[in-house]
């Protein structure tokens, strides 16, 4: 059972650029979570999708980043028009249903914005 | 709201020696509580969970933690480290009560074993 698959490992982009964020999850997980790592710091929660539905996005940006998770395909996290301070690790994980279940990360998409 | 704290920024301890890695937490129902582990550059890998049950949870790698009602805490522990256990550990809690709450994160604690 193949894990959480993030693609790229890493992405580089010029300010301006916009960045596309891939994420396929656990085979049997319902429930994706995008979570943004600075250096030197905690995880930071950004937004919480079942299959075609955001359930929360408290901590995603209000300009610029967006997120979705088709009824086919991989979850797509997208920022438009990049800044220096997007440059981050942004890890994507999944879970069953239920909420006691553990969540797996996948391996990070690191961005750097040139 | 809940929360999670981990008061330890950095935690040294020589090879084979005990460690304890602390986290408080904060939660209006029913903690659900878990610990993962951070190596550099990867994401991060389950170590345990507690959800109901015995207060001592085992996990992964020799791994445990002690769910403790009356202090809010669940300190991770192990009884003989190795220095392949240096990484970034980091503890989290859900409020088991809700339909749906997210995961909250604790900021991490980098253990450090020193050969």
């Known amino acids: 059972n193949a894990g959480v698959m993030q693609n790229p490992r890493h992405l580089v982009r010029r300010r301006g650029q916009e960045a596309r964020l891939r994420c396929s999850p656990m085979k049997g997980h319902s429930h994706v979570y995008w979570y943004r790592q600075l250096p030197e710091e905690g995880l930071k929660f950004m937004v919480y999708?079942?299959?075609?539905?955001?359930?929360?996005e408290s901590g995603m940006p209000k300009e610029r980043f967006s997120a979705e998770f088709p009824k086919e395909g991989p979850s797509i996290l997208r920022i438009q028009q990049v800044v220096r301070g997007d440059s981050a690790a942004y890890f994507c994980a999944s879970s069953r249903l239920e909420v006691y279940n553990e969540q797996f990360f996948g391996p990070g998409t690191r961005l750097t914005v040139l | 709201a809940q929360s999670v704290a981990q008061p330890e920024d950095q935690v040294n301890v020589a090879e084979g020696n005990p460690l304890t890695v602390k986290c408080t937490y904060s939660?209006?129902?029913?903690?659900?509580l878990f610990w993962y582990v951070q190596y550099p550059n990867r994401g991060l890998q389950f170590l345990l969970k507690?959800?109901?049950?015995?207060?001592l949870v085992k996990g992964s790698y020799g791994f445990e933690a002690e769910f403790n009602k009356s202090q809010t805490s669940f300190h991770l522990k192990k009884p003989s480290a190795l220095v392949s256990d240096s990484a970034l550990y980091f503890c989290?809690?859900?409020?088991?009560?809700?339909?749906?709450?997210?995961?909250?994160f604790g900021t991490g604690t980098k253990l450090q074993v020193i050969p």
């Open positions: 939660v209006s129902g029913n903690p659900y």
């Open positions: 989290a809690v859900r409020d088991g009560s809700l339909g749906y709450q997210k995961v909250t």
């Open positions: 999708l079942q299959k075609e539905n955001i359930i929360d």
């Open positions: 507690y959800i109901t049950g015995d207060n």
